[in-house]
């Protein structure tokens, strides 16, 4: 019941700039965290941000100062400011959606996926 679409993906320079989008639908409740993870060529997911219901928010290290993570006044849009691009931030990006359901069980909800390709 729950839908996500990424789009803002694309072929940029290193040093360049892109944003990226992640529309929900569906059954979404306002406790729902949202983020972003990424999948390099030949490598495992790995979590690139995070932003909860009250807009707190976390980043992986490796994007610390350089990528934005926020939500739309409705909290149905997450987005990804991803400045000074490096070859290296190559990767399928993923949106997420992460519900508690109770104290051990939570369930996941993902995008199917936007290509971010840093190359001159």
């Known amino acids: 019941q729950v839908q996500l679409v990424e789009s803002g993906g694309g072929l940029v320079q290193p040093g360049g700039s892109l944003r990226l989008s992640c529309a929900a639908s569906g059954r979404i409740f306002s406790s729902d965290t949202m983020g972003w993870y990424r999948q390099p060529p030949g490598k495992q997911r790995e979590l690139v941000a995070g932003?909860?219901?009250?807009?707190?928010?976390n980043y992986a290290d490796y994007v610390k100062g350089r990528f934005t993570i926020s939500r739309d006044n409705a909290k149905t849009t997450v987005y990804l400011q991803m400045n000074s691009l490096k070859p290296e931030d190559t990767a399928v990006y993923y949106c997420?959606?992460?519900?508690?359901?109770?104290?051990?069980?939570?369930?996941?909800?993902w995008g199917q996926g936007t290509q971010v390709t840093v190359s001159s």
């Open positions: 997420n959606l992460h519900r508690v359901l109770d104290s051990v069980h939570n369930r996941d909800y």
């Open positions: 932003i909860r219901y009250d807009g707190n928010t």
